[in-house]
Nanobody
Framework: QAQLVESGGGLVQPGGSLRLSCAAS????????WGWYRQAPGKQRELVAS???????TYADSAKGRFSISGDNAKNTVYLQMNNLKPGDTAVYYC??????????????WGQGTQVTVSS
């Protein structure tokens, strides 16, 4: 089995920056896709950014130009650099990994979520 542990959330003023981290632990064989999702109260969970093992990235329109996703394969860690944060970015952010371990087939894993609050 694998576990995803997130960190980096917090309270920030509009225009500020945060860097979220998500580390996968366990006997990781391969991570095919990393993703960052967010969910605000009363809203559906939405994809913010993703990155494949080959380095292909995608971003929600609301994140383009402000957010950047990157991965460190050696550390089995994905990051989400968030700049110029806006109140609309307030949500619980979840990391997601499509991965397989040495012992188990490829499947989805989710982090526990980290709260990002953008407010003055």
């Amino acid at each position: 089995q694998a576990q995803l542990v997130e960190s980096g959330g917090g309270l920030v003023q509009p225009g500020g920056s945060l860097r979220l981290s998500c580390a996968a632990s366990g006997s990781i064989y391969n991570i095919y896709v990393w993703g960052w999702y967010r969910q605000a109260p009363g809203k559906q969970r939405e994809l913010v950014a993703s990155i494949t093992g080959t380095g292909t990235t995608t971003y929600a329109d609301s994140a383009k130009g402000r957010f950047s996703i990157s991965g460190d394969n050696a550390k089995n860690t994905v990051y989400l650099q968030m700049n110029n944060l806006k109140p609309g970015d307030t949500a619980v952010y979840y990391c997601h990994a499509d991965l397989r371990t040495i012992a188990e087939a490829r499947k989805d894993y989710w982090g526990q979520g980290t709260q990002v609050t953008v407010s003055s």
